[in-house]
């Protein structure tokens, strides 16, 4: 069994940083309409609450402000797998 360390946290803090970054000055009421959420959730993603969120619904809301999210998956060299 692998030992890797789950990637989905670390993910999600990334995508969480992008969208603060985009919504930095927003108006909560626009952030709504604009993420197609409610002010609840619109609160937890700016006070940064991100294990209330899934990585689909964060991508979601990134492809909603125009970003493009890619996913890159490299293989590590067997020697590093330790």
Sequence with gaps: ?????????ALKQQLGAELARALA???????????????ARVSNLRRGRLERFSLETLIRYCTRLGR??????????????R
């Design 1 to 9: 069994m692998s030992t890797a360390a789950d990637p989905i946290p």
């Design 25 to 39: 000055g927003w108006r909560a009421s626009d952030v709504c309409e604009l993420l197609r959420t409610d002010p």
């Design 68 to 81: 493009r999210v890619d996913l890159a998956i490299t293989a590590r060299r067997f020697d590093e797998r």
